[in-house]
């Protein structure tokens, strides 16, 4: 199922907002970005560089919030949401936007500093 870039922005745009307040008022620092396929830096990063039939549906990058102790300034840590492997996964509007919003998700869970089983978790809520 193919949506506009800008429909599957606001969906999530829509599946951050879903996160209750008590998750969202403690995310610091983090930007969220929608982009079509992932780098080949991306793929390294997630270790599926060498995996052909692998796809990245989201990817959080940068110092969970457990290790942030005295770190001093940094850059603000990224989610990326990989639109054309979401769609591909996907037959319906509904089920695109679940896709969407269990992705969001998953990476925020990351970013909370989940390792992957907690946040495969936190995303099947």
Known sequence: MKVSKQQFESWVA?????VPEKFREKINNLAFFVEDYP??????KAK???KKDTLLLGLYEGYHQAKRINVGPVFPD????????????CQTE????K?????VWHEI?????SD????RKASKR
């Open 94 to 97: 509904k089920d695109l936007q």
């Open 78 to 89: 990224k989610i990326t949401i990989f639109k054309n492997a979401i769609e591909s996964l």
């Open 39 to 44: 780098t080949q830096e991306q793929l390294r």
């Open 109 to 113: 869970a990351h970013h909370f500093g």
């Open 48 to 50: 599926l560089d060498d």
């Open 99 to 103: 896709q969407i919003s269990e992705t």
């Open 116 to 119: 992957e089983t907690g946040a």
């Open 14 to 18: 829509e599946a951050i907002d879903s």
